[in-house]
């Protein structure tokens, strides 16, 4: 959320803003509710002045035996209108903060304007992508001739955009989760997290997934509930409406969860295979941050992202969103994509993101430098690292072999137990 003074003073520059997000948010409510808002503020100082100056006269009188009868019926108007104001001033200062609720993070100097995907520009690539001898099969058509994937049975079980993972295919997975935390935990110094998968609307309004975002989410029935589209909802409000030590930052978590999202919007979208399910399973990297680290604290994020896929040999690039695409709570974002052949294009499968103190100031995540310092407000950092049902694709795509087997990377064949290629059953 950003700063309500910070709003007021550069409404031309958020209004800017939007337009280059491409956001059809209108502004026109803020400037008549700020100014009623501070004219309330103005008007309820006035009169407790008056009703102070005035309550010292009576007490004056009474001191005297002089009747105050009609200024003490004249302060009981004046205590009336008071409360009346107040009244006002919540439901105006509600109305104010919906609005700021609305309003997207603004975009770092350097994030530069487009409209979408097709102006975002590539930052650098990592590896070749294979030259195959055969015609690459798409990732499911592989999994079901290898019957590890069955998009069919969990159609019948779930409907539309879900999966069973079988055999070595639900191996592979779980190996794909377990050498991420790894990785990130062991060896990048992350704080390994499993959190829970249903949050509170308080959670999901801090980390900006509410209430602009409601149509892709799940509700839980009859309760103020949902079940998290990211770990980035329960990972960020951890720390949510407290005060860190200064000291100890930058903290750095890595959590594991299932995710889960409605895809509004997404109709006719990779309706097959594992790029865009209803259901899916995703490491997620967490930072809070001082702010005059959290650039810094961004790259690194991108390189322990990126390390997964150097480590599985997948070929990668690195591209920097522009203002029309990139994510709400964003000042700044870096997607990796992953090398898909059978589509013979890049893929996103990481989004690395500095949303500065837009998420702190919703879910109210402050520091201090020292005991004795004013709390300021934390930067707060996220990145996809990685997803998991993405990987396992590239992998099926980039490790198949023309007798239709699949080559397991060499990073994970200790989490394979061993194994090292998935052959196709026998018939």
């Known amino acids: ?68 009868d009609e200024l003490v019926a004249n302060m009981r108007a004046v205590g009336d209108k008071i409360t009346a104001l107040d009244e006002e001033l919540k439901k105006v200062e509600s109305d104010l903060r919906d609005i700021l609720l609305r309003i997207p993070n603004m975009p770092a100097e350097d994030v530069p304007i487009g409209v979408d995907e097709n102006d975002n520009p590539e930052r650098e690539r990592w590896g070749e992508p294979r ?150 399973n995703k490491v997620e990297l967490i930072k809070f941050a001082k702010p005059e680290e959290s650039w810094a604290e961004l790259e690194s994020m991108v390189r322990n992202a990126a390390e997964v896929l150097e480590l599985l040999e997948l070929p990668h690039r690195i591209i920097t969103l522009c203002t029309g695409d990139m994510g709400f709570t964003s000042a700044k974002t870096y997607d990796i994509e992953v090398w898909f052949p059978a589509q013979n294009t890049y893929r996103e499968i990481s989004s690395c993101s500095n949303c500065l103190d837009f998420q702190a100031r919703r879910a109210n995540i402050k520091f201090r430098r020292s005991p004795k310092d004013k709390p300021e407000f934390a930067h707060t950092l996220n990145g996809s690292g990685l997803a998991v049902g993405r990987t396992v694709a590239a992998i099926l795509e980039n490790y198949q072999q023309a007798d239709g087997s699949v080559v397991i990377p060499k990073a994970l064949v200790p989490y394979m137990g061993g194994v090292e290629v998935i052959q196709a059953p026998a018939k």
């Not at 709003?7 to 997000?21: G, K, Y």
């Not at 948010?25 to 009703?51: A, C, M, Y």
């Not at 195959?132 to 998009?151: S, V, Y």
């Not at 079980?157 to 790894?182: H, P, Q, W």
């Open 1 to 68: 959320m950003l700063d309500l003074k910070f709003v007021r003073e550069n409404l031309d520059a958020v209004r800017t803003m939007l337009e280059n997000r491409h956001n059809s948010l209108q502004l026109d409510g803020f400037t008549s509710l700020e100014e009623r808002r501070r004219s309330i503020i103005g008007e309820v100082e006035s009169l407790k002045g008056e009703r102070n100056t005035v309550s010292k006269k009576i007490s004056e009188m009474k001191r005297n035996g002089e009747n105050a």
């Open 131 to 280: 030259k195959f001898d055969f015609e690459p099969k798409n990732h499911w058509d592989i999994g079901t001739e290898l019957d590890i994937l069955d998009a069919e049975r969990a159609a019948k079980v779930s409907g539309a955009r879900f999966t069973f993972y079988k055999g070595l295919g639900a191996r592979l997975e779980r190996a794909c989760i377990n050498f991420m935390m790894d990785l990130h935990a062991q060896k990048q110094g992350y704080t390994e997290m499993l959190a829970p998968v249903i949050v509170s609307r308080d959670s999901m309004i801090g980390t900006g997934q509410l209430p602009k975002f409601a149509e892709d989410m799940f509700k839980l029935e009859g309760l103020d509930q949902y079940i998290v589209p990211t770990g980035e909802v329960p990972a960020t409000n951890y720390h949510r409406e407290e005060i860190l030590d200064g000291t100890k930052l930058p903290e750095r978590y890595t959590v594991y969860t299932a995710c889960f999202r409605a895809e509004a919007g997404s109709a006719g979208r990779d309706t097959r295979g594992l790029i865009r399910q209803h259901q899916f």
